[in-house]
Every structure is written in structure tokens, then in C-alpha cells.
């Protein structure tokens, strides 16, 4: 085994992979920056404030939601990062946003995609949707039990 020429394909695949991540990921973080300047930033968190809140978490976090949930989940993150640090999120609000964003990344995009190889559109949506609301609900209900020092429920 030519251990060359794998080191080599190794570094321009991984290259590629970083390039294409940055090529997306910079200019959504510019965007957002853009959007924060010309007070557009505070007018989207305003109005979906509800569906934040639904979730527990400050309205800023709503941008993260939703490039998490329009794109991949790696796009998404480099977003949430650099929204929990201006937010000033907590732990339990971070891994909350970041437990929905994790099973229901890229739906739309993914929906797309398999349902032109034949998928039922619908059934893909609906699961992983429901999938990431139950267990994100679950773990907000579980932290809630613990921050008030009650017993857990399992040993």
C-alpha cells in the first residue's frame, strides 16, 4: 500500500470538504453581522420570539434555528456558535437548540433530495419533525425536573 498517495487523497478530499464548509459558513456569519447592523437581527428575533420561546430560549437564537433547519447541521452550528456567545446562552438553552437542530437538520433540503429518488415526502418530513420536537420537549422537561431537585426519574 502506497501510504502517499492515501496521505494525499486524504488532504485534497478533507481540503475540498473545509472549503466548501467555509465558503458557506463565512458568508452566512457576514450576513448575520449585516442583518445585526441594520437592526434587522433584533426585528427577526421579535417575531419569532413565540417559536423560541416554545423552546425556551432567547429570541437571537432564532436565526440558528432556522439555518439549521433549512441546511446542514454543520452550517447550522458555525451559526449557533457565534449567536450563543453574543446571546449569552446557557448550557441547557445550547444543547436545546442544538438537540432539535441535530435529528431535524437539513429537512427541507433532505426532503427535497429523496423525494426525487422516489421517497414519500410527506412520511420523511412529519417523522424526523416530530422525532426533534419529542426529544427536545423530553430533555427540556427532564432539565426542569433536575433544576428543581427532584429525584430522577431513573436510577
Known amino acids: 500500500m502506497d ?12 481540503y475540498s470538504i473545509i472549503l466548501k464548509i467555509t465558503l458557506i459558513v463565512v458568508p452566512l456569519l457576514i450576513l ?8 434587522w437581527l ?3 428575533a421579535g417575531r419569532s420570539r413565540g417559536v423560541t420561546r416554545f423552546f425556551g430560549l432567547p429570541g437571537e437564537s432564532a436565526i440558528g434555528l432556522i439555518v439549521g433547519f433549512f441546511t446542514g447541521i454543520v452550517f447550522g452550528s458555525g ?3 457565534q449567536i450563543q456567545e453574543e446571546a449569552k446562552m446557557t448550557k441547557t438553552q445550547v444543547n436545546t437548540l442544538f438537540l432539535f437542530i ?8 433532505e426532503t ?3 423525494t426525487s429518488m422516489g421517497a414519500n415526502g410527506l412520511i420523511l418530513f412529519t417523522s424526523r419533525f416530530t422525532a426533534a420536537l419529542t426529544f427536545t420537549f423530553l430533555y427540556i422537561w427532564i432539565q426542569k425536573i433536575r ?4 429525584a430522577p426519574l431513573l436510577p
Not at 5 to 11: A, G, P, R, S
Not at 102 to 109: A, L, M, Q, S, T
Not at 147 to 150: A, D, E, L, R, V
Open 3 to 14: 501510504w502517499s498517495k492515501v496521505f494525499v487523497e486524504t488532504f485534497s478530499s478533507s
Open 32 to 39: 448575520i453581522e449585516c442583518l445585526k447592523d441594520i437592526g
Open 42 to 44: 433584533e426585528k427577526i
Open 79 to 81: 451559526v449557533i456558535m
Open 102 to 109: 441535530g435529528i431535524c437538520h437539513g429537512v427541507i433540503e
Open 112 to 114: 427535497i433530495v429523496f
Open 147 to 150: 433544576s428543581k431537585g427532584s
